[in-house]
């Protein structure tokens, strides 16, 4: 069973920068697609920010060019350095994992809250 453990998160202003972190209890094929996902009261959970595990990354079309997702293996860390934030990137941000690609890709992923393993979540609020 994978552990994972989000922090970084907290209050900026509209422009600012936040890097979230997420350390894994292990990197393996477990983790084959690993991400940054986020949810606001009321909406459904989305895709932000996911990697597989050749590198391979996706983003979400409304934080394309603001954030970046990477990881590094020898930490067993994920990261999600986020620039230029918006008022509407208020969230929380979960980090999961699962040995499925398509979970990265999204292409005929089943439901992203059916991936196997997921963080408590870090709350991150741009004002």
């Known amino acids: 069973m994978v552990q994972l453990v989000e922090s970084g998160g907290g209050s900026v202003q509209a422009g600012g920068s936040l890097t979230l972190s997420c350390v894994a209890s292990?990197?393996?094929?477990?983790?084959?697609?690993m991400g940054w996902f986020r949810q606001t009261p009321g909406k459904e959970r989305e895709r932000v920010e996911t990697?597989?595990?050749?590198?391979?990354?996706y983003h979400t079309a409304s934080v394309k060019g603001r954030f970046t997702v990477s990881k590094d293996n020898a930490k067993r860390t994920l990261y999600l350095q986020m620039n230029s934030l918006k008022p509407e990137d208020t969230a929380m941000y979960y980090c999961?994992?699962?040995?499925?690609?398509?979970?990265?890709?999204?292409?005929?992923?089943?439901?992203?809250?059916?991936?196997?393993?997921w963080g408590r979540g870090t709350q991150v609020t741009v004002s």
């Open positions: 999961a994992a699962d040995p499925a690609p398509s979970y990265c890709s999204g292409t005929n992923s089943p439901p992203i809250l059916s991936m196997d393993y």
């Open positions: 292990e990197f393996s094929y477990s983790t084959n697609c």
């Open positions: 990697i597989e595990s050749d590198g391979t990354t």
